[in-house]
């Protein structure tokens, strides 16, 4: 989740600390090298087990069992009678047993309002290979996940191994959404997608954890522990819920955050019995067998964790198989298998009432043991249900409606009324369904409950327009066909020498290009963020960039911060740190307030605008979460939405496209901005635990260049915007979040590492003690505000050349050479240095993880390799420390080290040792031990002082300063 916190810069109570100019977290802080370790392991919060490699038991799902397979007869039951049952009548037709509400009944309908899918999607591939012809092999890979919720989404492929691969679908629209590697969950059939297809749950099988991926950028949002909870469910109930359930017992966490919302117990409930959610996600169905009467159905209000009602259908034999509501939520069904003859039995929940059985053949059932879909599933189009991927019956005709062919494996998926697909090799074929679906019902979905939200603070906004906007997306990277329009005319002298602006609060610095081109400085008279008074004065001044007078003043009615001016320098856009997510247009010629919207809308994630840039006078770049979306302004219309990876977005100097990550993939699409369409791709790194960082356009739109990576090094790639070739491509100690072209040789990297092009290696160093940068590259310099110390009343706004003449000549001078010691495909050893022998299992383990990682890299493994890759628990032991030490060491010195610490909340990848290590808690150990396996380890590494290149320069309110 991105998180609009302020980084506050320069301020009287706050020591000097450079940042960058942007509402968010800071590249700029000062960081120790090499730089690319400053951030979280893996994104890995919350814990597994303590000891998650303690031998286990295989767990009862290493394959799929039948529930209609012949079972050794039980002894029936005596017949019982409510004691207010009525006498038969001789000859009367036998009714159905009544239903008993043991615990009062308040179930309400809960109908699904999710979209689905109305036509039947064309060829659905699964990647990896084809599933194996036999059959008992196939029966423990689960190849195919759906949602427990009616949806049009669909999971295919495997995640048995690191290697493997599963891509998601959205069959409404038939584009692919996602693709999650990267994760080993062996044989587990515990996995689990969202509803709206955005995240995916799954418990890895000799693991005590579950692991939720964001389907789109198929990284780790949450690491949920589950410590002593035999998992046997794991289930989204919403978007932003997950259901964990062992028997006798249900937890409830929300999402991203995976707080644990409730727990509720479940008396005599075995989760293999039989479950259900109900098609709103509001009531959790069980199934409970009784000694004395079996078949007792029990529904949970998951919202509350109280039981809403029971349903026991008197002196019933058998068991029930399996459970089912209707889409529209009035139809609970119920398979009853009773040794020679099965039984759908069906309850109107309105009442409740019993409705017509419907006796189906065994021989109809039976055969196909390896069968993993669900005993008994309700189609989307709410009038039939499908028993063991073989029988449709007609639940309101009380009628078999066909028995269909024997299914695969794998469970057939319907993501729309009257659409059924199965998985035949690696594709999704339809089955001809031929049903008479008479329209149901339509139940009247109740009316959620409004989600609390910031109030809104100054004044009126919209929601936004949304009913036109098209949906884009990415399609299989082609020709490049790029054509940027010239950019925006900027004078040749700028007043870069610096002049002064007032000392404060600064949120922000904006540079554009108009007449003249301006500099928008964003103050505010304390920290904004959430929670901050809604008293607190904020503003932005302008100032001319020709020659550094200051132009204009515009007072904000209400806290909030200038993140973008338009192309003319007329009008700036600002985004509230509240929470509120609100945008809005001001005037910058007498602060007139021309409209605010809030683009996010109702969302239950919770998120807020994190990027907000003018395209043009009348459209605006907004992105929310993972959706980037063009807004007509000031009529605040969407154009089109678009979703994207987790980069920021970079502009072209004309503003006509813009740069963005493909999710999921290792490239960088071109887009052309006012229509959404993809003129170009760039490739990214597609090493293992690298991804795409940043991207930016140079000041003249010649060049692009692109920075991906992962622990101890970055790719950069530059290439030539009129053709598509590639420039440079080299592999650098240094990664960031901000990259800048000083002159068409050079790039700096987060405002420090200066990358030679034509030397390929980092030649030089800045620092700017206290200040902030700017991300504009306005005229082709790196501008930025440096003061002496935050107290001063005035600071100094500079554009700097950057490299110097001096250190320009001095660089060009140097012999010195691109210095990499040790690439993927060069020899390794594996070695956990440590003398705490409680734990070989995890040693053993930790070994045969990184083994397998430079292994599928390329690498070999042996005892004799120049090179080490060496994972040190400390004093602690592996199986109580809270921080591992990993290190990349040649002929026993270190070339590359980091820190993975454990905290209550996640794993945290640090470039020095943390201190207070000793007698870590529970929750610290098992976060540090789950980072640690999360972690890909370098596989380059390049000579010491080799992101230091050959110098260093302070940048100071009088400019660049080299150091002697």
Known sequence: MRRLTICLILAAAMSGTPAWAQPGTNPFAPKAKPPAEQTPAAETPAAPPANPFAPKAPPAD?????????????????????????????????????????????????????????????????????????ARRERSRYRIVTPDLPSPYVGLGLNERESDARDFWDLSANRKVGTIKGIALESSRLMAVSPDGALFAAKPQFDDFVIVVNVATGKTVKTIPTPGLRLELVAFSAANRLVLAENGRCVVHSLP????????????????????????????????????????????????????????????????????????????????????????????????????????????????????????????DGGHFLIAGRVIVDASRSEVARTLPPPPVSPLVSPGPGITLALNGRELSPIPLNLQIDQPPSATAPMPEPRPSVPLVGPAVVEGDRSSAARKSFPVAGRWDVRLASPPAVPEKLDTDGFKIPGGFVHQVVLAAGTPPIAAVSYAAAPLGVGASTETAAWVETFDLVNGIPKNRVDFPFPTVAVSVNAGATTVATLAQDGSGRVDLWSLS????????????????????????????????????????????????????????SIRPALSPARDHVLVSVPNESRIAVVETLTGNVRGSIATSDLAGDRPLAAVFDHRGEWAAVLSGGAGSGELVVVETDTGREGSRMRIPVTGDVIQFCDENHVLIDGEALVSLAKSRVVWNYELTTGVHCRESLGGYHWYVAAINASDKSYILSGAELPEEAIRKQIDASTRTASVVHRPTDPIQIQVITSDLTGPHVINHIKETFAQRYTAAGASVTDDAPFAFTIDPGSMGVQRTSVWKVSLMQAGSPVWSSWIKGTPTGALLLASEPGGTAFADPPEVRSALAGLLQFHPPMYAFAPGAAQGDGRSMLTTSGPRPER
């Open 590 to 645: 007498d602060g007139v307030h021309l409209g605010g919207c809030q683009p996010a809308g109702p969302r239950a994630d919770g998120e807020v605008p994190w990027f907000v840039e003018f395209v043009d006078a009348q459209h605006l770049l907004i992105a929310v979460a993972d959706e980037l979306a063009v807004w007509e302004v000031p009529g605040w219309k969407q154009v089109y939405s678009l979703s994207i990876g």
């Open 62 to 134: 290493g394959g799929s069992t039948n529930p209609f397979a012949p079972k050794p007869a039980a002894p029936k039951p005596a017949p019982t009678k409510p004691a207010d049952a009525p006498v038969e009548t001789p000859n009367a037709p036998k009714v159905p047993a009544e239903i008993i509400v043991g615990t009062g009944w308040s179930v309400r309908l809960d109908p699904s309002t999710g979209p689905l899918a109305t036509a039947t999607p064309s060829l659905v591939t699964a990647p990896g290979p084809a599933p194996s012809s036999d």
């Open 257 to 380: 955050e995976g707080r644990r919302e409730r727990e509720i117990q479940v008396e005599r409930w075995n989760v293999g019995d039989g479950w259900t959610l109900s098609p709103g996600g509001q009531y959790l169905a069980v199934v409970k067998r009784e000694s004395s009467e079996r078949n007792l159905v029990q529904f949970l209000d998951l919202t509350t964790g109280e039981p809403a009602g029971t349903c026991r259908l008197a002196g019933e034999p058998g068991d029930a198989l399996g459970i089912a509501l209707s889409r529209d939520g009035r139809r609970l069904a119920s398979v009853i298998h009773e040794g020679e003859s099965l039984r759908v039995v069906q309850i109107e929940l309105e009442g409740p009432k019993r409705l017509p059985d419907i006796p189906v053949s065994v021989a109809d059932v039976f055969g196909d043991e390896n069968y993993q879909g669900r005993p008994l599933e309700a189609l989307p």
